[in-house]
């Protein structure tokens, strides 16, 4: 016997929710963050980077999270494990200075004189870093990724 729909007394409430963030909650697979950067950067996120080196041996503490904030709306995507570990790039400060690196995960931006080894792996990408075709090197657990004035990206997986 069928049950009738209509006339019923049932008073069912529902509660939605949602989740306003920009920031997913979702890990993504490797294939997709690899085609996640491999896209080109944004200008913004190029020149925020660029600027690091124009701070002087120390930084101020707002020049590093504005950098990292920078970094993390460049891939919103991305949970906050599978973000650079670092990014690396030549350094302009003079002799004995040869690079400087971005220590995401600590928030640390320290000048290194040659011959001193960077930490964290990434040392893998000094030589890149010290190419002039480059701006700057990010280095991730996976791979890193060469990043052109422009923006264009050469990437080198592990």
Not at 90 to 113: A, F, N, R, W
Not at 138 to 147: D, P, R
């Amino acid at each position: 016997m069928r049950r009738p729909i209509i006339g019923t007394n049932h008073n069912v409430q529902v509660d939605f929710q949602i989740n306003r963030s920009t920031k997913t909650t979702v890990e993504l697979q490797p294939l997709m963050v690899e085609k996640l950067l491999r896209q080109k950067r944004s200008t913004s996120y190029v020149d925020t980077v660029t600027r690091l080196d124009a701070t002087g041996v120390h930084c101020r503490k707002e020049d590093v999270e504005k950098m990292i904030e920078e970094l993390q709306n460049e891939f919103p995507e991305l949970l906050e494990h599978q973000l650079p570990i670092g990014i690396v790039s030549k350094c302009y400060l003079g002799e004995p200075y040869e690079v400087h690196s971005l220590d995401t995960q600590l928030q640390i931006v320290e000048h290194y004189k040659r011959g001193s080894v960077l930490p964290n792996g990434m040392e893998k990408a000094r030589i890149l870093a010290m190419n002039p075709n480059y701006e700057f090197v990010e280095v991730f657990t996976s791979c890193i990724c060469a990043v052109a004035r422009n923006g264009q990206i050469s990437m080198i997986r592990e």
